[in-house]
């Protein structure tokens, strides 16, 4: 059976999680996190990501990056002020897409967060000592359809074929209702990052179906840091009104402060900092008391209860008919944010499970059933929002409406306006609201190939579908000659099939190349690991070797030295490997046996 | 059960006929009044073998065949759901190519509305709850009365086939349907 295993893709935090003998579980090596800070650093050596991504980052803000999420499948008029508070460039790309620039170089959210994914596969990789090709990946249960296909074709460009896209909250509900075996209805309350959910699942039996999902993809955690961020701005200012914050640096330590700010309050009445500003060498110390935050974000957490009420009404239940409510993502772990769930829904939530790991093993449960691994339970999803067309007028005719369960396929006709068309325009949106000026702009289907008829005498049947990942497609065929129409699609947020190919064509030129820089990078760094090593050990050499096997050592570090100048990574390979043998001897005695100790590490990495 | 949708001795997906309809694909006769415990149990039962999860590594056509019969069967299932869904639906199966007046009302509805919806802006203007409720439940009553109207018309209709006044009837009650469900909805979203 081919492993399928689930990943978190984060906004803050990425990690992946899969079926063992033994049960669900993250993957993780003995004594290594499991997580993989979903930050990525560009450095003269390529990229850096997790954790060295986050450590490097207070020093190469503007090569930085961090909250990809919240630029997948959206465009600069909707970021707004976002864009303004991000230590890293954006720019605006072909039709409203957006890039991130570094350098000289741009790149889409997606291709950045492909980054995240290949780190997190190479470890998962590295720890079940297999390959992985295929993933479920989570996303917020309220991403639209141009988010979502950012998300696949983010784990394209990592090499890996996405089995499904499952909600975050119903990944957690699977982790949950499995261990629970409860029934009834539970709310699943999820606040990461950058993104809130709010979902209702109905549990019986073997089925779990989402009743109704609401949310918002651009509030989480991130926020709350930005509040605390701006509280300090205000405070400093106070003191010093000519401060600026502008520059990358002073942005991403205003950042870093509040986040940390922000963790100690969740189990500490005050906070006391001390920033240092590099640029300016201005510092500025002080408390942050838990009060001032609760009052900061309560605005904000005052949103989601809105959602909460909401996606009630859609489920047509009162909030005494939820039998549980399950916590998910960093942020639930914030005292108010628990205590303020818990007036709402009139119940304490439910903690057992851990807030960090639940969507990742959810998804490692949903990959093991997609494998084949079992089939003792089915989740039953919906679409988060309505999906339609523009009609006369600027009005949303909606075709699928929200909360319907996936798949699910509908059809609607079209006719022509005059004598002889052949082609008909369609405007698809996402949204609840009545105008599509209100709702997400997706794209344009153009239907090409209808045969010539008169005016209103073509029937054009469009298919819209869909699928179990909440992935739109749409065909169409012309009813009266059966003759299917062509369909262009023009994604508004998204990359064409045509750009998706050339970058995945790109990245397989350059993954040899890729793979060639990093070894070398590696090979380097252990030659100089050795040949401390043998200088250090030097003077036990001169007692244990031989002239003539000294100068033989001293030449041959001599040609390693000139392959550590070229670009060959396996030439360097072998110029350090010849070394090895000539240390070998050195391996009677104990500083020996750490030079080797050192080449034997360098050839487990290949 | 049976569902030509699949077969529960061979194990399969079934091609799907084109002109099957949703009292079908769950295996019910064409009735208005249907056993709702049984209904969700069928759907259940059809998605725990038919829904793309369980074909994920199936050949591509299969696949897409999940996906078909699983769009199909949620449409089904969601349609029948519901008393008006399941009314408008069965309706326009057996008007087939007869023609029904689209816009018919009971005598007096519209007039009646239009003075509901007045008072409704009035109230929601004011934000007096107490009077806002008591609308409410006068068209919960309605609504539900109407809806218990479909079951009587329906009944009549299947002893008196030939009598197409009864389809126009139902079509006017669910023309009124219509109206009391924008209100509603109104007065549960502001």
Same mark, same amino acid.
């Given at each position: 059976?081919?492993?399928?295993?689930?990943?978190? !893709?984060?906004?803050?935090?990425?990690?992946?999680?899969?079926?063992?003998?033994?049960?669900?579980?993250?993957?993780?090596?003995?004594?290594?996190?499991?997580?993989?800070?979903?930050?990525?650093?560009?450095?003269?050596?390529?990229?850096?990501?997790? /954790?060295?991504?986050?450590?490097?980052?207070?020093?190469?803000?503007?090569?930085?990056?961090?909250?990809?999420?919240?630029?997948?499948?959206?465009?600069?008029?909707?970021?707004?002020?976002?864009?303004?508070?991000?230590?890293?460039?954006?720019?605006?790309?072909?039709?409203?897409?957006?890039?991130?620039?570094?350098?000289?170089?741009?790149?889409?959210?997606?291709?950045?967060?492909?980054?995240?994914?290949?780190?997190?596969?190479?470890?998962?990789?590295?720890? !079940?000592?297999?390959?992985? /090709?295929?993933?479920?990946?989570?996303?917020?249960?309220?991403?639209?359809?141009?988010?979502?296909?950012?998300?696949?074709?983010?784990?394209?460009?990592?090499?890996?074929?996405?089995?499904?896209?499952?909600?975050?909250?119903?990944?957690?509900?699977?982790?949950?209702?499995?261990?629970?075996?409860?029934?009834?209805?539970?709310?699943?309350?999820?606040?990461?990052?950058?993104?809130?959910?709010?979902?209702?699942?109905?549990?019986?039996?073997?089925?779990?179906?989402?009743?109704?999902?609401?949310?918002?993809?651009?509030?989480?955690?991130?926020?709350?840091?930005?509040?605390?961020?701006?509280?300090?701005?205000?405070?400093?200012?106070?003191?010093?009104?000519?401060?600026?914050?502008?520059?990358?640096?002073?942005?991403?330590?205003?950042?870093?402060?509040?986040?940390?700010?922000?963790?100690?309050?969740?189990?500490?009445?005050?906070?006391?900092?001390?920033?240092?500003?590099?640029?300016?060498?201005?510092?500025?110390?002080?408390?942050?008391?838990?009060?001032?935050?609760?009052?900061?974000?309560?605005?904000?957490?005052?949103?989601?209860?809105?959602?909460?009420?909401?996606?009630?009404?859609?489920?047509?239940?009162?909030?005494?008919?939820?039998?549980?409510?399950?916590?998910?993502?960093?942020?639930?772990?914030?005292?108010?944010?628990?205590?303020?769930?818990?007036?709402?829904?009139?119940?304490?939530?439910?903690?057992?499970?851990?807030?960090?790991?639940?969507?990742?093993?959810?998804?490692?449960?949903?990959?093991? !059933?997609?494998?084949?691994?079992?089939?003792?339970?089915?989740?039953?999803?919906?679409?988060?929002?309505?999906?339609?067309?523009?009609?006369?007028?600027?009005?949303?005719?909606?075709?699928?409406?929200?909360?319907?369960?996936?798949?699910?396929?509908?059809?609607?006709?079209?006719?022509?306006?005059?004598?002889?068309?052949?082609?008909?325009?369609?405007?698809?949106?996402?949204?609840?609201?009545?105008?599509?000026?209100?709702?997400?702009?997706?794209?344009?289907?153009?239907?090409?190939?209808?045969?010539?008829?008169?005016?209103?005498?073509?029937?054009?049947?469009?298919?819209?579908?869909?699928?179990?990942?909440?992935?739109?497609?749409?065909?169409?065929?012309?009813?009266?000659?059966?003759?299917?129409?062509?369909?262009?699609?023009?994604?508004?947020?998204?990359?064409?099939?045509?750009?998706?190919?050339?970058?995945?064509?790109?990245?397989?030129?350059?993954?040899?190349?890729?793979?060639?820089?990093?070894?070398?990078?590696?090979?380097?760094?252990?030659?100089?690991?050795?040949?401390?090593?043998?200088?250090?050990?030097?003077?036990?050499?001169?007692?244990?070797?031989?002239?003539?096997?000294?100068?033989?050592?001293?030449?041959?570090?001599?040609?390693?030295?000139?392959?550590?100048?070229?670009?060959?990574?396996?030439?360097?390979?072998?110029?350090?490997?010849?070394?090895?043998?000539?240390?070998?001897?050195?391996?009677?005695?104990?500083?020996?046996?750490?030079?080797?100790?050192?080449?034997?590490?360098?050839?487990?990495?290949? | 059960?049976?569902?030509?949708?699949?077969?529960?001795?061979?194990?399969?997906?079934?091609?799907?006929?084109?002109?099957?309809?949703?009292?079908?694909?769950?295996?019910? +006769?064409?009735?208005?009044?249907?056993?709702?415990?049984?209904?969700?149990?069928?759907?259940?039962?059809?998605?725990?073998?038919?829904?793309?999860?369980?074909?994920?590594?199936? +050949?591509?056509?299969?696949?897409?065949?999940?996906?078909?019969?699983?769009?199909?069967?949620?449409?089904?299932?969601?349609?029948?759901?519901? +008393?008006?869904?399941?009314?408008?639906?069965?309706?326009?199966?057996?008007?087939?190519?007869?023609?029904?007046?689209?816009?018919?009302?009971?005598?007096?509805?519209?007039?009646?509305?239009?003075?509901?919806?007045?008072?409704?802006?009035?109230?929601?203007?004011?934000?007096?709850?107490?009077?806002?409720?008591?609308?409410?439940?006068?068209?919960?009553?309605?609504?539900?009365?109407?809806?218990?109207?479909?079951?009587?018309?329906?009944?009549?209709?299947?002893?008196?086939?030939?009598?197409?006044?009864?389809?126009?009837?139902?079509?006017?009650?669910?023309?009124?349907?219509?109206?009391?469900?924008?209100?509603?909805?109104?007065?549960?979203?502001?």
């Amino acid at each position: 059976m081919e492993r399928i295993i689930g990943i978190d !893709l984060g906004t803050t935090n990425s990690l992946c999680a899969t079926v063992f003998e033994d049960g669900p579980e993250v993957i993780e090596a003995a004594g290594a996190s499991s997580t993989t800070p979903s930050v990525m650093s560009w450095t003269d050596s390529g990229w850096l990501v997790g /954790q060295e991504a986050r450590e490097s980052g207070i020093t190469n803000p503007e090569n930085t990056i961090f909250s990809i999420k919240r630029l997948m499948g959206r465009d600069l008029n909707e970021l707004g002020d976002y864009v303004n508070q991000l230590p890293y460039q954006i720019v605006e790309a072909q039709r409203q897409l957006i890039k991130v620039r570094i350098g000289e170089n741009e790149y889409t959210p997606q291709e950045l967060s492909a980054e995240i994914l290949k780190k997190v596969k190479m470890q998962a990789e590295a720890v !079940l000592g297999e390959t992985i /090709q295929k993933a479920v990946i989570t996303v917020p249960a309220y991403f639209d359809d141009a988010q979502r296909q950012a998300t696949r074709d983010a784990a394209r460009f990592a090499g890996l074929e996405v089995a499904r896209i499952i909600n975050e909250p119903t990944a957690a509900a699977i982790a949950y209702g499995l261990d629970e075996k409860k029934e009834g209805h539970v709310a699943v309350y999820d606040l990461g990052g950058g993104t809130f959910d709010i979902s209702i699942l109905k549990l019986s039996g073997k089925i779990f179906k989402v009743v109704a999902t609401h949310g918002n993809t651009q509030l989480g955690g991130d926020d709350f840091d930005k509040a605390v961020a701006d509280a300090l701005k205000e405070r400093i200012q106070k003191i010093n009104p000519d401060a600026t914050f502008d520059d990358p640096e002073s942005k991403l330590l205003l950042k870093q402060n509040a986040e940390s700010i922000k963790t100690e309050l969740s189990f500490s009445p005050e906070s006391s900092y001390s920033l240092e500003f590099p640029k300016t060498g201005l510092t500025f110390d002080g408390v942050f008391k838990v009060d001032e935050f609760e009052s900061l974000i309560s605005q904000m957490i005052e949103q989601t209860l809105e959602s909460c009420s909401h996606v009630l009404r859609e489920a047509k239940l009162a909030v005494e008919q939820i039998d549980e409510v399950v916590l998910v993502g960093g942020s639930t772990v914030i005292p108010i944010v628990r205590k303020k769930i818990e007036s709402f829904f009139g119940k304490p939530p439910h903690v057992a499970i851990d807030p960090y790991k639940v969507v990742a093993i959810g998804a490692g449960i949903q990959g093991h !059933l997609l494998a084949g691994g079992r089939r003792d339970f089915l989740l039953l999803d919906v679409i988060p929002l309505a999906l339609g067309i523009e009609t006369l007028g600027g009005t949303f005719s909606k075709i699928i409406t929200g909360n319907t369960t996936i798949p699910a396929e509908e059809s609607e006709t079209f006719t022509t306006n005059v004598d002889n068309q052949t082609s008909i325009d369609v405007n698809i949106f996402q949204g609840e609201r009545e105008l599509i000026k209100d709702c997400r702009a997706l794209g344009q289907f153009k239907l090409r190939g209808i045969p010539p008829m008169k005016s209103g005498y073509p029937l054009v049947e469009v298919l819209f579908c869909v699928d179990a990942n909440g992935i739109l497609t749409v065909s169409a065929t012309e009813k009266r000659s059966g003759q299917k129409a062509e369909i262009e699609v023009i994604p508004f947020h998204g990359l064409t099939q045509f750009e998706i190919e050339r970058i995945i064509e790109d990245s397989y030129e350059h993954a040899l190349d890729d793979f060639n820089q990093r070894q070398l990078i590696e090979f380097r760094q252990t030659a100089e690991r050795v040949f401390r090593g043998i200088e250090q050990s030097w003077d036990v050499a001169e007692n244990s070797l031989s002239g003539n096997e000294r100068t033989e050592i001293r030449k041959q570090m001599e040609s390693v030295r000139q392959s550590m100048q070229g670009q060959d990574a396996q030439a360097l390979k072998v110029q350090l490997d010849l070394l090895g043998d000539l240390t070998r001897p050195l391996a009677d005695n104990a500083i020996g046996r750490k030079i080797l100790a050192e080449l034997q590490e360098n050839e487990s990495v290949i | 059960m049976t569902s030509p949708l699949f077969c529960f001795s061979c194990n399969s997906l079934q091609t799907i006929a084109d002109n099957i309809n949703y009292f079908e694909v769950l295996g019910f +006769p064409l009735c208005f009044e249907i056993d709702h415990d049984e209904l969700g149990n069928r759907y259940q039962r059809l998605s725990l073998e038919m829904h793309p999860d369980f074909f994920a590594t199936a +050949p591509e056509k299969e696949k897409r065949l999940s996906e078909k019969s699983s769009a199909l069967l949620n449409a089904a299932f969601s349609t029948l759901r519901k +008393p008006t869904s399941r009314a408008r639906y069965l309706l326009s199966i057996l008007t087939g190519d007869k023609r029904l007046k689209s816009d018919t009302l009971p005598e007096g509805f519209l007039q009646e509305m239009f003075t509901l919806q007045e008072s409704l802006d009035e109230l929601l203007e004011s934000g007096d709850e107490t009077a806002l409720s008591g609308i409410n439940e006068n068209l919960q009553g309605r609504h539900t009365d109407i809806e218990s109207d479909y079951a009587v018309l329906f009944k009549k209709f299947e002893t008196s086939p030939e009598n197409s006044e009864i389809l126009q009837q139902l079509q006017t009650q669910l023309n009124s349907e219509r109206y009391l469900r924008r209100l509603l909805d109104r007065i549960n979203t502001e």
